[in-house]
């Protein structure tokens, strides 16, 4: 892999990597992607990669995406991404998560960071005994809470926002919804969409995860291997990335693909590919941004109301980012990140003509 080459052809600023030296358990890699509208904000994840280049090029993916995020969200942050390669089961323990906080600190503010995949609050705790620089504490510890909560309402509000477009229909009443994934944040949202009365069919790769959520819900469980052909209104992914593809986007079976996963799409081709399908596909940056709006929120003192009023602020931004793909006869995502990448370079212009 050209490191070099693929930071170039995505626009990242920097990569950098951190092992405990005096332990040895720890491998980090921080992605910087973009710093142009504030102090970098993203989330850490922990995951058993295959391969270093693989937590390399998950590092890469997801800081561009928290570029995405807080730029169509109107955060002043600008985008990275923090990778613990190990296993969240076997490897995570108080040492590793020091020593994680104590290279967060020496960045001196350039990285502030909180929960993603594989880590929860209460890792932050021990991340936080050798750094200010993070968010997503518990209550008790004068966070902010689980971000899974707005998150999840955030997906809720997208899915409704994405219904009225698709089909001028203003409620969930009756509509189904394949949902992907019934961890953290896919549970939630099954149960906003149970409660609006939406029809839930639903997976998971713990099938007793998916089970309880299915009898809580009163959804209807399917192997993993079959979500994506469920005749539906709405596909909803709420797992890891990378879930729709040349091979998946023919066997899918709905109108609209709206959920609560980070970088859903293999590839930028595979958005014209939900295009040409006339599939609506609401930008998972934007759907999925109550979490980063949240934690944002504690850097400024946490404010409950505020927070979930700027998440509110999520049908409306989608409808700008529909009208504009109509308008121009682009796909989605395309539009969203046009209108990302003009806010960065006004930013921009900005700030050249102050120094």
């Known amino acids: 892999m050209d490191l070099f080459k693929k930071m170039a052809a995505e626009g990242h600023e920097q990569v950098m990597f951190f092992r405990d030296k005096a332990g040895g358990k720890l491998k980090s890699i921080v992605a910087f992607h973009?710093?142009?509208?504030?102090?970098?904000?993203?989330?850490?994840?922990?995951?058993?990669?295959?391969s270093e280049e693989e937590a390399v090029i998950d590092a890469l993916r997801l800081s561009k995406g928290m570029t995405l995020k807080s730029g169509a969200s109107g955060l002043h942050h600008g985008g990275v991404k923090g990778i613990i390669w190990g296993d969240p089961e076997k490897d995570k323990d108080e040492l590793l998560l020091r020593a994680y906080g104590r290279f967060i600190e020496g960045l001196k503010g350039r990285f502030i960071t909180g929960t993603d995949v594989g880590t929860y609050s209460a890792d932050f705790v021990d991340v936080g005994?050798?750094?200010k620089y993070v968010v997503g504490l518990p209550v008790e510890y004068g966070g902010s809470g689980d971000t899974s909560v707005l998150t999840a309402y955030g997906v809720f509000l997208a899915i409704g926002a994405s219904v009225l477009e698709a089909t001028g229909k203003s409620d969930l009443k009756g509509v189904k919804v394949?949902?992907?994934?019934?961890?953290?944040?896919?549970s939630k949202v099954c149960r906003h969409l149970s409660e609006a009365g939406a029809s839930v069919v639903l997976t998971d790769v713990r099938k007793d995860v998916a089970l309880r959520v299915a009898e809580e819900v009163g959804g209807t469980y399917v192997d993993p291997e079959d979500i994506l052909s469920v005749q539906a209104d709405v596909f909803s992914p709420n797992a890891l990335g990378a879930v729709l593809n040349e091979k998946t986007i023919p066997l899918l079976k709905c109108g609209i693909v709206c959920g609560g996963a980070n970088n859903q799409m293999a590839t930028p081709d595979d958005a014209e590919r939900l295009y040409r399908r006339g599939i609506l596909y609401a930008p998972d940056y934007v759907v999925n941004a109550g979490g980063v709006i949240q934690v944002a929120d504690e850097l400024l003192g946490f404010n409950k109301e505020r927070a979930r009023l700027k998440v509110e602020r999520i049908p409306s931004l989608l409808k700008t980012i529909f009208t504009i793909s109509k308008r121009e006869g682009i796909n989605t995502e395309l539009a969203a990140t046009r209108m990302v990448e003009e806010r960065i370079a006004g930013v921009l212009r900005l700030k050249a003509t102050m120094t």
Request: no cysteine; aromatic share 6%; glycine share 20%.
């Open 34 to 50: 973009d710093s142009t509208l504030g102090p970098p904000l993203g989330g850490t994840r922990m995951y058993p990669y295959a």
């Open 129 to 131: 005994s050798e750094t």
């Open 178 to 186: 394949a949902v992907q994934g019934t961890g953290k944040v896919g």
